[in-house]
T-cell receptor, first 112, second 109 residues
Framework: GAGVSQSPRYKVAKRGQDVALRCDPI?????LFWYQQALGQGPEFLTY????????KSGLPSDRFFAERPEGSVSTLKIQRTQQEDSAVYLC??????????FGPGTRLTVT | QKEVEQNSGPLSVPEGAIASLNCTYS??????FFWYRQYSGKSPELIMS????GDKEDGRFTAQLNKASQYVSLLIRDSQPSDSATYLC?????????FGGGTRLMVKP
């Protein structure tokens, strides 16, 4: 079946612009996770949804970061007033059972 | 202090050899453990999961878990050049995964 999809795959934003990153999880997966991966490092947790409920947002680095999953399927990660330090790959993962997580291709964000 | 530690490598092995990748973690409450493979410019791909002490084999891959020593390893038998990638160890103590920094494996023909 289809895996996790993310769009756009690449995004270039000027400093101060707002961006929205989309994740479409595997059908039937109730859990959805967002991670941030800097170059040469492992992914770092940002936030977690179970269906439409955001159960953990402890990894969001600032109040400029906001995530939603209003109907318990597609999720959007929004970054307001982007800064250069926001440049990274943003990964979405989904899980059926909260154990094995399957990642999408990621969105590479570059802030200039 | 990073909670999941891996040697960054690179670990270089000849084709056909066994590659041994290691990982230690700090949270004794961790319950599930995963190995992901990540090719350059791609996203992590789940290759092994292990939940109880001992060995788990899947094809050329064997994951080993020792909760008393807080140690997880991945063995890759008959290594192939296509195995060259970064291998990420991930630990789940709740809902989220905590990743190590990854070990870069190079398999030389």
């Amino acid at each position: 079946g289809a895996g996790v999809s993310q769009s756009p795959r690449y995004k270039v934003a000027k400093r101060g612009q707002d961006v929205a990153l989309r994740c479409d999880p595997i059908s039937g997966h109730v859990s959805l996770f967002w991670y941030q991966q800097a170059l040469g490092q492992g992914p770092e947790f940002l936030t977690y949804f179970q269906n439409e409920a955001q159960l953990d947002k402890s990894g969001l680095p600032s109040d400029r970061f906001f995530a939603e999953r209003p109907e318990g399927s597609v999720s959007t990660l929004k970054i307001q007033r982007t800064q250069q330090e926001d440049s990274a790959v943003y990964l979405c993962a989904s899980s059926l059972n909260n154990y094995e997580q399957y990642f999408g291709p990621g969105t590479r964000l570059t802030v200039t | 202090q990073k909670e999941v530690e891996q040697n960054s490598g690179p670990l270089s092995v000849p084709e056909g050899a066994i590659a041994s990748l290691n990982c230690t973690y700090s949270d004794r409450g961790s319950q599930s453990f995963f190995w992901y493979r990540q090719y350059s410019g791609k996203s992590p791909e789940l290759i092994m999961s292990i939940y109880s002490n001992g060995d788990k084999e899947d094809g050329r891959f064997t994951a080993q878990l020792n909760k008393a020593s807080q140690y997880v390893s991945l063995l890759i038998r008959d290594s192939q050049p296509s195995d060259s990638a970064t291998y990420l160890c991930a630990v789940n103590a709740g809902n989220m995964l905590t990743f190590g920094g990854g070990t870069r494996l190079m398999v030389k023909p």
